[in-house]
C-alpha cells in the first residue's frame, strides 16, 4: 500500500484531493462548489488565498494564489519590471499584477491530459511550490515598491532556494 492511499481513491474528484491536503496541513478549505475549493496558507511573510478550480474538458487543475498589495502607483511600473525578472526564475507558475483588484497573484496549471488522476503529491507539489515562489519574491517585490529599490537590486535579496515546505 502506498504511503497516500489513505488520502484519497484513484477516481476521487481533484478538489476532493485538494481539500485532503488542506485537511493533512491543518489550512482553513471553503468548498465554493463541486469544481473550486479556497485555501488559506499561512506564510512567513503573509496569509496567502489559494483558489483550485477543475475544468474537466480542459482537464486542468489551476491554482491561482493571490495576496494584497498596495504599491504606490508611481512605481507600478517597477514592480512590472520586478515580476519579469521573478517569472525568469520561475520553474513553474508566474506572477502577474491585478492593479483593479490590488493583487499579486501567482498562477499555475495542471494538466491531466489522457484522463490521468491527480495525485496527492502532484497537489501538495503545486502548492508547496506556489507558496515557495511568493516566499522567495515578497521580500523583493517589496523593496521595490516601498524601499525605491530597482528591480534587479531587489532581486538580489530573492532566496535562492528555499528550504522546507509549506
Given at each position: 500500500m502506498a504511503l497516500?492511499?489513505?488520502f484519497?481513491?484513484?477516481?476521487?474528484?481533484?478538489?476532493?484531493?485538494?481539500?485532503q491536503l488542506?485537511l493533512?496541513?491543518g489550512?482553513?478549505?471553503?468548498?465554493m462548489d463541486?469544481?473550486?475549493?479556497?485555501?488559506?496558507?499561512?506564510?512567513?511573510?503573509?496569509?496567502?488565498?489559494v483558489?483550485?478550480?477543475?475544468s474537466e474538458p480542459?482537464?486542468?487543475?489551476?491554482l491561482i494564489l493571490?495576496?494584497?498589495?498596495?504599491?504606490?502607483?508611481?512605481?507600478?511600473?517597477?514592480?512590472?519590471?520586478?515580476?519579469n525578472?521573478?517569472n525568469?526564475?520561475?520553474?513553474?507558475?508566474?506572477?502577474?499584477?491585478?492593479?483593479d483588484?490590488?493583487?499579486?497573484?501567482y498562477?499555475y496549471?495542471l494538466?491531466?491530459?489522457?484522463y490521468q488522476?491527480?495525485t496527492?503529491?502532484?497537489?501538495?507539489?503545486m502548492?508547496?511550490a506556489?507558496?515557495a515562489?511568493?516566499?522567495?519574491?515578497?521580500?523583493?517585490?517589496q523593496?521595490?515598491?516601498?524601499?525605491e529599490?530597482?528591480?534587479?537590486?531587489?532581486?538580489?535579496?530573492?532566496?535562492s532556494?528555499?528550504?522546507g515546505?509549506?
Open positions: 497516500t492511499d489513505h484519497y481513491e484513484d477516481d476521487d474528484h481533484p478538489i476532493d484531493v485538494v481539500e488542506a493533512s496541513h489550512w482553513p478549505a471553503d468548498r463541486e469544481d473550486h475549493v479556497v485555501i488559506t496558507v499561512e506564510g512567513q511573510w503573509r496569509n496567502y488565498a483558489t483550485m478550480a477543475w480542459d482537464r486542468m487543475l489551476r493571490t495576496f494584497e498589495m498596495e504599491p504606490p502607483a508611481h512605481r507600478e511600473n517597477a514592480l512590472y519590471e520586478a515580476l525578472h521573478a525568469d526564475r520561475c520553474w513553474s507558475g508566474n506572477f502577474t499584477w491585478w492593479p483588484q490590488r493583487l499579486m497573484t498562477r496549471a494538466n491531466l491530459a489522457g488522476d491527480v496527492f503529491e502532484q497537489v501538495d507539489t502548492m508547496g506556489a507558496v515562489a511568493c516566499e522567495r519574491f515578497y521580500p523583493a517585490f523593496l521595490v515598491t516601498w524601499a529599490r530597482t528591480p534587479s537590486d531587489a532581486m538580489g535579496v530573492a532566496i532556494e528555499v528550504a515546505t509549506a
